[in-house]
């Protein structure tokens, strides 16, 4: 038989003992989210788009919709469409809509190199906001940069574009044609052609076609939602 005394010690040992697993438990329910954060995969989104065409624009403005409620699951990118043409002289690449078209086109090439997401794609918007014939014309970058917060001399953007705005700056210039060798590789065609995780899902080309799993706003996010789950399910994490 254990003294009278030894029961209130043994009671506090495995309250104490509670207390710290408790603690432990809490520590590590508030360290998970952090942690699921720190290793999430963002599902990879291309809009293949010319930067002076109305399909592009119906489909950025769709997508702006869309990135309003999955954004910080969605690494986004522009893929440019153009035909690589050594006889071009200032962009070695035929943009259907013309020249100002290769110049939007890398203004926004430039954008999305040196700013972050949700800048550049403000940038985007604005230029598109101008209207077409506005977009690719120096006055439009430099407004639009300005409205997207970004510093055209000091972030890198003006640099890579051309200072003057002309889109001509030779980073520029190679962004764009690797970005239409790009189009090319991974079977880009049509203006404008999205492609969620590496799977073409939709195009608009005077209208919606080839999109199995719907064309709103509302289906777009329901496939990056599954994609994301697809990507960060717990076989797949590290
Ligand atoms: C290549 O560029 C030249 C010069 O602008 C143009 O005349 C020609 O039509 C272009 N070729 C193609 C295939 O776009």
Known sequence: MPSSGLVPILTATVVAFAIAVGALELALTIQEPAQVAYHAVKVPVILGVMSRCPDA??????????????????????????????????????????????????HELCAMKYAPQTQWWEFVQCQNFQGRGHVGLPDTAFKCANS??????????????????????????????ESVKNSQLIGIKKSCTIIINGKQVCIHDGTWYDCENGHTVKDFVRQIDEEYQKLNSDDTEV
């Open 57 to 106: 624009h119906l489909c950025e403005t769709v997508f702006d919709q869309v990135l309003h409620q999955v954004s910080d699951k969605v690494v986004l990118q522009l893929s440019f469409i153009g035909t690589p043409n050594a006889s071009e002289p200032d962009f070695g690449v035929t943009c259907m809509h013309g020249p100002e078209e290769c110049a939007g086109n890398v």
């Open 148 to 177: 997207a917060n970004i510093d055209w001399e000091e972030s890198g953007v003006g640099d890579c574009a051309g200072l003057d705005g002309s889109g001509k700056g030779d980073e520029g210039v190679k962004l764009l044609q």
